[in-house]
């Protein structure tokens, strides 16, 4: 534990210029499957609640937007960072099938499931072939 | 308080990770790492933090119930086992749907890290909130700081 913190400090400079450079923003993994009438879209951010989270489509850009929340007392000194953000941000571009204005979204456990529905004129349907 | 773990970042953003990646195979760097160190991205991330009375450890999984997380420390070493399922690829129908993107890990993970000497880990606690558990290991008694009064002669 004592090398983790003596190397993080030599990397210490290079770090903080970065720091200038880029926003502390992480990039949440996400999971995308397509369904007959919908894509489903599942994103990881854990410590994002339902009030620090932030979905918004504009223009065809769905952009999904949390805030960490972790109640952790004053006074602490990091040993040990992995996670080393306070937000998650990502952006997608959505086709013209899906109908932004039936968009749903809920988190659960740091999990996001946004459902993004399509148009009906755009819903797979299974044409049957017909015995001649 | 992230802000400030900031300036622990030991490399590049999540963004450049699949370059550092690369970069690390080619061009390995000299200095020692350390043996349970992992590359970015694992699952679940931990952060660990330090204060006065106690060493708090953050693990950050999403999509993991109170319940679904096994966490035991043995010799300074706390262990964390668990499972996450994957998402169904198969409509009720079974056939198969198809995936755009999968970069969530999924199945079962251990990880182990290392935590400093001198923890009274019969007081450990763990809350979960959020996909965030938190295991506070307070410091053993005789390891807090102390301020000494200097006595008048």
Do not use: C
Request: aromatic share 4%; charged share 30%; no cysteine.
């Amino acid at each position: 534990m004592n090398e983790v913190v003596h190397q993080t400090q030599q990397t210490q400079p290079e770090t903080q210029r970065n720091e200038s450079r880029e926003p502390a923003t992480l990039l949440p993994a996400v999971d995308i499957v397509e369904h007959a009438d919908a894509l489903t879209l599942i994103a990881d951010m854990p410590g994002v609640t339902r009030e620090s989270l932030h979905l918004e489509v504009d223009n065809n850009v769905l952009s999904l937007e949390g805030e960490i929340q972790l109640s952790m007392p004053d006074g602490l000194t990091a040993l040990h960072a992995e996670v080393n953000g306070q937000r998650f941000a990502r952006r997608f571009t959505l086709s013209h099938e899906i109908d932004s204005e039936a968009i749903s979204a809920r988190i659960d456990n740091g999990v996001l499931t946004v459902t993004l529905p399509k148009k009906d004129s755009h819903r797979v349907r299974r044409i049957e072939v017909q015995a001649a | 308080m992230f802000g400030d773990l900031k300036r622990f970042d030991s490399g590049a953003s999540q963004r450049l990770d699949w370059f550092r990646q690369l970069m690390d195979e080619v061009f390995p760097d000299g200095r020692a790492a350390d043996i349970r160190a992992v590359p970015r991205g694992s699952f679940p991330m931990i952060n660990v933090a330090r204060s006065d009375d106690a060493v708090r450890v953050y693990v950050f999984a999403a999509g993991l119930a109170p319940g679904d997380l096994t966490i035991d420390i043995q010799d300074s070493v706390l262990t964390l086992r668990g499972r996450r399922e994957p998402v169904a690829a198969n409509d009720d129908e079974g056939s198969a749907r198809p995936v755009f993107r999968r970069e969530r890990v999924s199945g079962e993970f251990v990880r182990a890290i290392a935590l400093p000497d001198g923890l009274d880990t019969e007081r450990a606690e763990a809350r979960h909130a959020n996909g965030v558990f938190e295991i506070v290991l307070p410091k053993r008694e005789e390891l807090k700081p102390r301020r000494i009064e200097v006595q008048v002669a």
